[in-house]
C-alpha cells in the first residue's frame, strides 16, 4: 500500500501541472501514454521479443507522427500506408505473424482515436478534462467501498471476479453525482443536456472500459500491462476507463457541434 501511494502521489505531481500549464508539459505527457501504452500493447504478443528491432520504433514514431502532423486530410491516409506496411511484414519475416500485424494496427488506430479526442476535449475547455477524471476516478473509488462493504452479488466473474453489482450501481451513483456538480459550477457555457448526459453516461462507459482492459488482460494471460507503475502495474491499468471516457465525451463534444 505504501508503494501504491507514493506512486500514486508521483503521478499526480506531474498530471496536474502538465494539464494546468500545458504546453511542453502536456506534449511529455500525451508523448509518454503514446510511447508507454503502445509498448505495452505490442508487449503483449507473446514472441514480441523476437520481432525484427525496427517494429516497435517504427511504430512509435509513425504514431507520432500521425496524431502530431498539421494536414489532418492525410490522417486517414497516413494510418492506411502504417496498417499495409505492418500486414506486409509477415511476408519478409517468420518472427512477426499476421496476429503481430494486426496488434500494431489496433494499437495505432485505437491511440490515434484517444490523442486526437484529448487533445480536441483539452482545446475545447481543459476544465472538461477534470470533469471526466472525477467522472472516472470518483466512481472507480466509490465502486471499490461500496462494493467493500455492502458488495455481494457478482457484477462479471468470467473477467473480474472481486467487483460486485452494489459497487458498480455505487459507483455510477457517485461519479455522475460528483461530475455534474463540477459541471455545472465549473463549467460555463455548457449545454444542460450535455452536462446530463455525460453525468450519466462517463461513470458507466469508465466501468465498461475498465472490464473490457480486464478482458485484454485475460485474453493473453498477463496480471498487469507491465510493472512500469510500482503497485499500479502499467499505464493502461491506469488509464484503461479513462481511456473510454475521453472518447466517449468526444463523442458527446462532437454532437452538441452539430
Known amino acids: 500500500m505504501k508503494t501504491r501511494i507514493i506512486t500514486a502521489i508521483g503521478i499526480l505531481a506531474y ?41 516497435r520504433p517504427f511504430a512509435i514514431l509513425t504514431m507520432f507522427v ?12 497516413l494510418l492506411g500506408i502504417c496498417a499495409l506496411c505492418f500486414l506486409s511484414i509477415p511476408v519478409f519475416s517468420e518472427k512477426f505473424q499476421a496476429k503481430d500485424a494486426f496488434l500494431c494496427i489496433s ?18 475547455d ?11 476516478y470518483v466512481c472507480d473509488s466509490a465502486a471499490y467501498f461500496t462494493g467493500y462493504f455492502i458488495g455481494k452479488h457478482k457484477l462479471n466473474p468470467r473477467i473480474s471476479p472481486k467487483k460486485t453489482v452494489e459497487g458498480s450501481i455505487g459507483g455510477w451513483l457517485f461519479g455522475a453525482l460528483c461530475s455534474f456538480l463540477f459541471a455545472y459550477t465549473c463549467i460555463k457555457g ?12 462517463l461513470p458507466f462507459c469508465g466501468q465498461i472500459g475498465d472490464l473490457a482492459f480486464s478482458a485484454i488482460k485475460r485474453c493473453y494471460q498477463v496480471k498487469d500491462f507491465s510493472n512500469l507503475l510500482p503497485g499500479h502495474g502499467g499505464i493502461l491499468d491506469r488509464l484503461d476507463s479513462l481511456i473510454f471516457n475521453f472518447i466517449c465525451f468526444y463523442m458527446i463534444l462532437a454532437v452538441v457541434a452539430l
Not at 494499437?107 to 475545447?124: E, G, K, R, T
Not at 472538461?128 to 472525477?134: D, E, K, P, R, S
Not at 455548457?190 to 453516461?201: D, N
Open 190 to 201: 455548457m449545454e444542460w443536456w450535455a452536462i446530463v448526459a455525460s453525468a450519466v453516461l
Open 15 to 55: 498530471i496536474i501541472p502538465a494539464l494546468w500549464f500545458g504546453g511542453w508539459l502536456l506534449f511529455s505527457l500525451i508523448g509518454c501514454i503514446i510511447i508507454f501504452g503502445g509498448l505495452e500493447i505490442m508487449n503483449l504478443s507473446k514472441q514480441a521479443k523476437q520481432w525484427p528491432l525496427f517494429i
Open 66 to 77: 500521425i496524431v502530431f502532423q498539421p494536414l489532418k486530410e492525410l490522417t486517414i491516409p
Open 126 to 136: 481543459p476544465m472538461y478534462i477534470w470533469m471526466i477524471i472525477i467522472a472516472t
Open 107 to 124: 494499437y495505432q488506430a485505437f491511440f490515434y482515436v484517444l490523442a486526437h479526442s484529448f487533445l480536441v476535449i483539452y482545446d475545447a
